[in-house]
């Protein structure tokens, strides 16, 4: 979606601000002994509470239907993963929680990763790692920039810091629906690929993972696993492309990575 006029900037802002207050409750949430589903029920309680529906949820794939409000992915598990009612959160676990709203017609898209009480140094490097290629981006997110300007940034961070990008799974814009063109890699080449107009809305997101970056399809037909049970992070911010500095609607920059 392009913003065009005042009155829809200031729309986004304002539900890119609940949706980002929502998923801080959600952060606060976490803590050894519980179970994500009950991370899920909390975020299904707080958009009852706020008049606002999860976007995830009614999501169609093939011939399924995505039922929960977050996606909540741990440890090799790295994207879409379906909050787990049989397997409790535990500490050193790392966890990404992915969720956005829909309200007055706009979607909102972003995501997070923590470790529960504690970390290895590998994890602390993986968490900081995948944090600081997603937020170098941001900057680039200028008009006429490319997204292969973003993706090459990305990818370079992460390969300097000794892990590789998901070539699967991308950023990409969103407004009036959860998916937009145009798609932004985690990788790629400076100038190359679709150019950013003023007023796009994007998410701007990577997955970093410390080995091989084939993953598997659970039973579940939705939860992303690496095949090699390699260890993940992800985060998601949500953009709008500008002149000269972007705006960042989702302000979770500065969260700490360990709850």
């Known amino acids: 979606m392009i913003i065009t006029t005042k009155a829809q900037l200031q729309t986004y802002k304002k539900v890119a601000l609940l949706s980002t207050k929502i998923l801080a409750q959600l952060r606060n949430a976490l803590k050894p002994g519980i179970y994500p589903i009950e991370i899920d029920q909390l975020a299904a309680k707080l958009c009852q509470k706020h008049h606002v529906k999860p976007a995830f949820k009614g999501v169609k794939h093939k011939d399924k239907i995505y039922n929960y409000s977050t996606c909540i992915s741990i440890n090799h598990i790295v994207v879409h993963g379906v909050p787990s009612s049989t397997r409790k959160i535990q500490a050193g676990d790392i966890v990404k929680v992915d969720f956005g709203i829909i309200y007055q017609g706009f979607y909102t898209d972003h995501c997070f990763t923590v470790a529960i009480n504690q970390m290895t140094p590998q994890v602390k490097k993986l968490i900081l790692s995948t944090k600081k290629a997603v937020q170098a981006a941001i900057p680039k997110a200028i008009t006429d920039n490319t997204v292969g300007d973003l993706g090459h940034t990305m990818q370079t961070i992460a ?58 399809i659970s039973k579940d037909g939705w939860s992303v696993s690496m095949a090699d049970k390699g260890l993940t992070a992800m985060f998601e911010y949500m953009v709008i492309v500008q002149d000269k500095t972007p705006i960042i609607l989702t302000p979770t920059l500065d969260w700490p990575i360990v709850v």
């Open 159 to 216: 390969v300097k810091n000794g892990f590789d990008v998901l070539k699967q799974y991308t950023g990409h814009s969103l407004g009036k629906t959860l998916h937009e063109p145009p798609t932004i890699p985690a990788h790629g080449q400076p100038h190359t690929g679709d150019k950013l107009k003023n007023g796009l809305v994007v998410c701007l997101e990577a997955q970093l993972v410390t080995g091989s970056d084939k993953v598997i």
